[in-house]
């Protein structure tokens, strides 16, 4: 009987420090990339009825601020974010090419639809149509990095 209880508990313990996770390889990231882009978000070829006016921008700005501020900063460059560092998988600056070289309808898809299993939530039901096509003339112009603080919420 201890014996099956020692044999358990090495077992268990051997699996416990098994399941440290560590950052993705390059093949990975680009498999992982290449699928988000090309199999997983859809929208590929749907365009913003919105025409990037500025008043079209300080909406999308301002809609932004309510809702992305928590994980992505208030320049989308994951400005003041405390935990940005410390999540898996990484919380992307949205001024990086990656998330950049979406198209416009690709990334509407993705503020409504989430990405799973990532933390990226869906907005759908939450943020309204033009609200959405805002916040994507926003990303595609962001404030340069810093540029616009730390958010609120992360002041205290």
Known sequence: MRLAALLSAAI????????KASSPSKLETMTVTFAEHHIFVGSVKQKNP????????ADGKDAFSHY???CHGMDGQNTGVPFVDRVSPPVPS???EDVQRYTDGQLKWILDNGIRPSG?????????????????????????????????????
């Open 68 to 70: 992305c501020v928590a």
């Open 50 to 57: 919105l025409p990037a006016t500025t008043e079209n921008w």
């Open 94 to 96: 949205l001024a990086s």
């Open 120 to 156: 990226m939530p869906g907005s759908k039901g939450i943020l309204s149509d033009d609200e959405l096509w805002s916040i994507v003339i926003f990303l595609r112009r962001l404030p340069p990095a810093g540029s616009q603080g730390v958010p609120e919420m992360y002041t205290h």
């Open 12 to 19: 268990i313990s051997a699996g416990l420090a098994g399941c």
